[in-house]
């Protein structure tokens, strides 16, 4: 079975400030990485995603996220954020042998401030 | 072109009636999913379609929840009789099929949110 833990579940940051929402994951086989964002009245969007190779992913908006097998971990950062980036932030995984459904984080929300 | 729709936006309804939920995916998406996110937990897979035929229903809670995806278009998720403990915000997911098992984007829509009182 896998989970995901997002250990934040709020992240206040003033404008142009860096930001790190944090992920991990716990699974016995290996696992493709999302990370989706839902902005106020609108569904999730997938902003990155690492299925294999370069374990730094670049994303939407200015996002990236690594991965790191060793830490079990897939860190989503941003070095400058905007007032428009408040939303929150879903980190997901899918087993590789099982693409056919998501195992959510509980989330984080992004509030950022001028 | 259109992106996943579902129907309606909210509903509050009282202990023990029936609701329908309703989800149009994108056209083409032979994948459909519905997942659920009860309040301050995290989003949960329900079950997936492929095309008409469930692939996996491993996330139904109970068998009050029935889904249905009749001739591989729309879905339904009735909640019948519906309980407190069914309250959340009930997302819709479709994809295009998968090209040798790797997984494309899944793309939600706005979600339902049920109250139930």
């Known amino acids: 079975a896998q989970s995901v833990t997002q250990l934040d579940s709020q992240v206040p940051v003033f404008e142009e400030a860096p930001v790190e929402l944090r992920c991990n994951y716990s699974?016995?086989?290996?696992?493709?990485l999302f990370w989706y964002v839902q902005y106020p009245n609108q569904g999730l969007q997938l902003l990155l995603k690492?299925?294999?190779?370069?374990?730094l992913v670049k994303g939407i908006n200015g996002f990236e996220a690594e991965f790191n097998k060793s830490q079990t971990s897939f860190h989503l950062r941003k070095p400058s954020v905007h007032i428009s980036d408040t939303a929150e932030y879903f980190c997901?995984?899918?087993?590789?042998?099982?693409?056919?459904?998501?195992?959510f984080g509980t989330g984080t929300r992004l509030q950022v401030f001028p | 072109e259109a992106g996943v729709t579902q129907f309606p936006s909210h509903s509050v309804i009282e202990k023990g009636q029936t609701v329908t939920l309703r989800c149009d995916p994108i056209?083409?998406?032979?994948?459909l999913y519905w997942y659920r996110r009860v309040m301050g937990k995290e989003i949960k897979f329900l079950l997936h379609?492929?095309?008409?035929?469930?692939?996996?229903e491993s996330g139904m809670p109970n068998n009050r929840f029935l889904a249905e995806r009749t001739g591989g278009t729309y879905s339904t998720l009735k909640v019948q009789p519906a309980e407190l403990e069914d309250s959340g915000v009930y997302f819709c997911?479709?994809?295009?099929?998968?090209?040798?098992?790797?997984?494309?984007?899944?793309?939600f829509g706005q979600g339902t949110r049920l109250t139930v009182v």
């Open positions: 997911a479709s994809s295009p099929p998968f090209p040798g098992q790797a997984p494309t984007e899944a793309f």
């Open positions: 699974s016995s086989v290996s696992v493709y």
């Open positions: 690492y299925l294999s190779g370069s374990t």
């Open positions: 997901a995984v899918s087993p590789l042998r099982n693409t056919d459904k998501l195992i």
């Open positions: 056209s083409g998406h032979d994948n």
């Open positions: 379609f492929v095309k008409e035929s469930k692939q996996d």
